[in-house]
């Protein structure tokens, strides 16, 4: 119980100033009519300050087994970890690799099916139960979309009993743009496959670059990151997620572009000089070889 000697009147009660507590996060979009835990998971994975982010996907072996630069998980992730934002992964891989003490956001990879082995991966499941979502601490929850592939009303009944869930606990979904051999990547199929994840209640949206990325980022009301795709060169990777924050996504999600480079860690870092410094492409390339050869 608390001690009642010395108590005084109580006097700062600032009349003159507005009630501030429990404000929105207003640089996340479309983040305003959440509730409370789940702003505060968004605000794990997008800086408050200006509402962006740099994600490392390393799921791949979910589906690709040990992809190239990423065998040895235990020693790449805690070298990149204090250069990006949030590690997006599986349960086993978060368990088994990824330092526990980290301060990065979790977006945990939920969904799963085939392998590459076969000819069709859009045929996936909820693999992963909100419990244990909740047990491992995750501020997100990443399902994969397939829209207009053969498996489409599967993936859209996995991506809307994770928000169901999601919405009951508090924890962000991160609805994954599927595209396939056979799917087209035009700026119409973009604009259809964000806008429904968005409409079907995922919070976060992930894409690919292509043209009229500017319209697609306008016409999403919650925030869009640009997936890195396949593995660049990388000034022509720096100068994508430049041209992709200038057409207003809300972050990048660099895997194969970071962990497949030269020097992962000068990749990461130079990737975050340009979503969260506002640098140019050229100076960032410029502080990448640094890093690659040494120099710092």
């Not at 589906?63 to 997006?88: A, C, K, N, Q, Y």
């Not at 973009?190 to 697609?216: N, P």
Request: proline share 4%; charged share 25%; hydrophobic share 40%.
């Amino acid at each position: 119980m608390a001690d009642k000697d010395d108590t005084r009147i109580a006097k700062n009660y600032c009349p003159e100033l507005p009630f501030s507590g429990g404000r929105p996060p207003e640089k996340i979009k479309g983040a305003g009519g959440l509730d409370w835990g789940m702003q505060r998971r968004m605000a794990h994975i997008f800086h408050p300050e200006d509402g962006r982010t740099v994600m490392l996907a390393f799921d791949h072996g979910y589906f690709m087994g040990s992809t190239s630069g990423l065998e040895r998980l235990d020693i790449l992730i805690p070298g990149l970890i204090d250069s990006v934002d949030v590690l997006m992964g599986t349960r086993g891989a978060f368990r088994t690799c990824v330092p526990a003490g980290n301060k990065c956001g979790l977006a945990l990879r939920v969904s799963s099916g085939s392998s590459v082995l076969d000819d069709d991966l859009s045929h996936e499941v909820v693999a992963v139960g909100i419990e244990d979502a909740l047990r491992l601490d995750a501020d997100a929850m990443a399902v994969q979309v397939f829209i207009g592939a053969d498996g489409e009303k599967d993936s859209i009944r996995n991506l809307s009993e994770t928000v169901n869930a999601g919405l009951r606990y508090g924890i962000p979904t991160l609805g994954v743009v599927a595209v396939g051999k056979q799917m087209e990547r035009t700026p119409r199929y973009f604009k259809l496959a964000t806008r429904m994840i968005a409409e079907l209640g995922a919070q976060i949206v992930k894409t690919y670059f292509c043209d009229e990325l500017d319209e697609i980022v306008a016409a999403c009301p919650v925030p869009i990151v640009l997936a890195g795709g396949k593995k660049l060169p990388e000034r022509e990777a720096l100068e994508m997620v430049a041209r992709a924050v200038a057409c207003g996504v809300a972050g990048v999600d660099m895997g194969r572009n970071v962990f497949q480079s030269a020097c992962p860690a000068g990749m990461a870092r130079a990737v975050s000089m340009i979503v969260h410094g506002g640098v140019s492409a050229a100076e960032a390339f410029e502080a990448y070889t640094e890093k690659a050869h040494g120099k710092k």
